[in-house]
């Protein structure tokens, strides 16, 4: 099979790089062209991104590929879920983005739960996990608001699927970004229209709905004459970074669960149906869309954010990570134990200080110093996954073999081996490039170069070396775990 190049948009909340991904002969090659910062704008009391300037990081990297004289074959772009962008009736773009980390849903939630639907409702029709950014309640903060983009919109855009219109003029509304917005039946997969309504929406305010490797359009006249490329192909992949993600998981078969870990930890497993009941809402499960009719139930797990925040705040530790861990590794296990998803913990003006004040409110030792602290994050991270992932086992009608770890992550090998020891099962450690893998690999699906799901996943499995880690000390990790319940219930 000749050598087929696929150009990769792989944007992400703090950063964002184009990459080329090449198959050839059953094997899959990447390479990064650009990479750049994401950076919020903060103005007149709100958060906003601005989607010129990753527009125009996206022609930059087509102008790098055009001028290596790269033959691309299709072009696909996957971000970060719930956010969007409003279209006015002559096709411009009426104002950049809000944020997902604005502060103007703040209480929205509730309020809607109280004066709108209430949660039990909203939960039945999405099965979506509840948070307060989820692009429902931004539209109900936005309304309530009077903004005046939403109020002149024609067409509302996932920032995927207005990245894809900039470059194409067509406007779509793919699957799986549709499906973090907590506006979606997963059953029919389209907008549910009672949802939409309680916030002044209909459904052709919205591109028509795409699945995963569909073709979106070609490049406009305007993009090609700037960037030096033909008209090529842009496909609509995964565009929730997720979902394009848990498509990379180099399993070779289904009895897999699978913990996306980077700055959030999304712990899941992959189901034909979605599962919507008392005890996933309970649970605050979330039924995200899935590649290939499949759904992606999961849970969202606070992740290493706990350990950036630190970062930034230590003055003593090492710069190097493998150095500032290996000084966590010396300090006594389990000392310092902390639920990673208390609300405490979502952004506070100290972690550090957050994370004493629950150890001292707790009745526990006060971790001091980076090593201890690092220390407790590790233990506690891994403690709470097993406890998502049991509840992963209840909800599985299959046995969970394995657990793979995909994205950045996977490099940590300290809490890799807590992952195992914790949940007692084999984790499988990679890919780092998760996302932009599946990006890659739905595009080459698209084109018709690869199958389905499960040719993929063997291809990257063969294309890559995966770190194998066994679990350790059973009766140690039991004995934490008790612990950990002790505290966090």
């Given at each position: 099979m000749d050598k087929q190049f696929f150009f990769a948009v792989d944007l992400g909340a703090t950063s964002g790089r184009t990459i080329v991904g090449t198959i050839s002969?059953?094997?899959?090659?990447?390479?990064?062209?650009?990479?750049?910062?994401?950076?919020?704008?903060?103005?007149?009391?709100?958060?906003?991104?601005?989607?010129?300037?990753?527009?125009?990081?996206?022609?930059?990297?087509?102008?790098?590929?055009?001028?290596?004289?790269?033959?691309?074959?299709?072009?696909?772009?996957?971000?970060?879920?719930?956010?969007?962008?409003?279209?006015?009736?002559?096709?411009?773009?009426?104002?950049?983005?809000?944020?997902?980390?604005?502060?103007?849903?703040?209480?929205?939630?509730?309020?809607?739960?109280?004066?709108?639907?209430?949660?039990?409702?909203?939960?039945?029709?999405?099965?979506?996990?509840?948070m307060n950014f989820n692009?429902?309640?931004?539209?109900?903060?936005?309304?309530?608001?009077?903004?005046?983009?939403?109020?002149?919109?024609?067409?509302?855009?996932?920032?995927?699927?207005?990245?894809?219109?900039?470059?194409?003029?067509?406007?779509?509304?793919?699957?799986?970004?549709?499906?973090?917005?907590?506006?979606?039946?997963?059953?029919?997969?389209?907008?549910?229209?009672?949802?939409?309504?309680?916030?002044?929406?209909?459904?052709?305010?919205?591109?028509?709905?795409?699945?995963?490797?569909?073709?979106?359009?070609?490049?406009?006249?305007?993009?090609?004459?700037?960037?030096?490329?033909?008209?090529?192909?842009?496909?609509?992949?995964?565009?929730?970074?997720?979902?394009?993600?848990?498509?990379?998981?180099?399993?070779?078969?289904a009895h897999f669960a699978y913990l996306s870990s980077g700055t959030w930890s999304l712990m899941g497993i992959e189901t034909q149906d979605a599962v919507i009941n008392e005890r996933s809402f309970e649970r605050n499960f979330t039924n995200e869309g899935g590649v290939e009719g499949t759904t992606r139930f999961l849970k969202n797990i606070c992740g290493m954010w706990l350990y950036e925040r630190c970062r930034k705040e230590w003055t003593d530790a090492p710069k190097s990570h493998a150095e500032l861990q290996a000084e966590a590794m010396k300090v006594t296990p389990f000392q310092s134990i902390i639920n990673p998803d208390d609300a405490a913990f979502a952004n506070p003006a100290s972690m550090v200080t957050a994370i004493q004040d629950y150890c001292r409110k707790t009745g526990q030792h006060v971790p001091e110093g980076y090593a201890e602290i690092c220390r407790c994050i590790f233990d506690s991270l891994a403690l709470r996954y097993r406890q998502v992932f049991g509840w992963l086992r209840d909800?599985?009608?299959?046995?969970?073999?394995?657990?793979?770890?995909?994205?950045?992550?996977?490099?940590?090998?300290?809490?890799?081996?807590?992952?195992?020891?914790?949940?007692?099962?084999?984790?499988?450690?990679?890919?780092?490039?998760?996302?932009?893998?599946?990006?890659?690999?739905?595009?080459?699906?698209?084109?018709?170069?690869?199958?389905?799901?499960?040719e993929m996943r063997r291809i990257i499995a063969d294309s890559i070396k995966l770190k194998r880690f066994v679990p350790q000390d059973k009766e140690i990790w039991d004995k934490a775990y008790e612990k950990y319940l002790e505290i966090v219930l």
């Open positions: 002969s059953g094997t899959l090659e990447m390479e990064e062209l650009t990479r750049f910062d994401n950076n919020l704008i903060q103005t007149g009391g709100h958060f906003y991104w601005d989607i010129f300037a990753l527009y125009h990081e996206v022609i930059k990297g087509l102008r790098v590929a055009a001028q290596r004289q790269l033959p691309i074959t299709s072009i696909g772009i996957d971000t970060w879920g719930v956010d969007f962008v409003c279209i006015g009736a002559d096709g411009a773009i009426l104002r950049n983005p809000l944020a997902y980390r604005d502060p103007h849903t703040m209480g929205v939630m509730e309020e809607y739960f109280n004066n709108v639907i209430d949660s039990k409702t909203v939960y039945d029709i999405t099965g979506i996990q509840f692009s429902l309640f931004q539209l109900y903060a936005m309304r309530r608001n009077g903004d005046s983009a939403l109020k002149n919109a024609e067409k509302i855009l996932f920032v995927p699927d207005c990245l894809s219109y900039m470059l194409t003029g067509k406007m779509v509304c793919e699957y799986t970004i549709a499906s973090t917005s907590q506006m979606l039946d997963p059953r029919t997969k389209e907008l549910d229209a009672q949802l939409l309504g309680s916030v002044g929406l209909s459904v052709d305010k919205f591109g028509s709905m795409v699945a995963p490797s569909t073709v979106i359009g070609t490049l406009t006249d305007e993009v090609q004459a700037i960037t030096g490329m033909g008209p090529v192909p842009v496909i609509a992949v995964a565009g929730h970074d997720t979902g394009s993600a848990v498509a990379a998981v180099p399993a070779r078969d909800f599985a009608d299959f046995p969970i073999e394995t657990l793979h770890i995909i994205g950045g992550g996977s490099l940590n090998e300290y809490l890799d081996q807590f992952t195992a020891n914790a949940t007692g099962v084999e984790v499988l450690a990679g890919p780092q490039e998760g996302t932009a893998i599946g990006n890659i690999m739905l595009q080459a699906k698209a084109c018709g170069a690869v199958g389905d799901i499960w």
